[in-house]
């Protein structure tokens, strides 16, 4: 089993920024692709960003693209999500979501939501106009 924690998130104003991060722990002896999503109230969980397990493969939904930036630190078991130029449409209840590959498997990131086995219990990120 894999225990995921996110934090980081609160209120900020339009064009302020924010870092969020994962923690985990828990199973070792593997590697994981890690990504992030976010669900506004009343919609479904949307992709934000995926990373592969060794930090080579990255992939960002179109509308955050240039403006977060995705990051692990495998020496703290955490992963990052640096959260720029906020707009108001971003605000929403930000997941952390990890996925096994085995050990030094596929250089992959993953963008269904389906795909990740384990997930954090949110953090809420506010943009305010």
């Known amino acids: 089993q894999v225990q995921l924690v996110e934090s980081g998130g609160g209120l900020v104003q339009s064009g302020g920024s924010l870092r969020l991060s994962c923690a985990a722990s828990?199973?070792?002896?593997?590697?994981?692709?890690m990504g992030w999503f976010r669900q506004a109230r009343g919609k479904e969980r949307e992709f934000v960003v995926s990373?592969?397990?060794?930090?080579?493969?990255?992939c960002y939904t179109d509308s955050v693209k240039g403006r977060f930036t995705i990051s692990r630190d495998d020496a703290q078991n955490t992963v990052y999500l640096q959260l720029n130029s906020l707009k108001p449409e971003n605000t929403a209840v930000y997941y952390c979501?990890?996925?096994?590959?085995?050990?030094?498997?596929?250089?992959?990131?993953?963008?269904?939501?389906?795909?990740?086995?384990?997930w954090g219990q949110g953090t809420q990120v506010t943009v305010s106009s």
């Open positions: 828990g199973r070792t002896g593997s590697s994981y692709a």
């Open positions: 979501g990890a996925r096994d590959v085995g050990r030094y498997g596929a250089s992959s990131y993953y963008k269904p939501a389906d795909e990740y086995s384990y």
């Open positions: 990373l592969s397990w060794n930090a080579v493969n990255t």
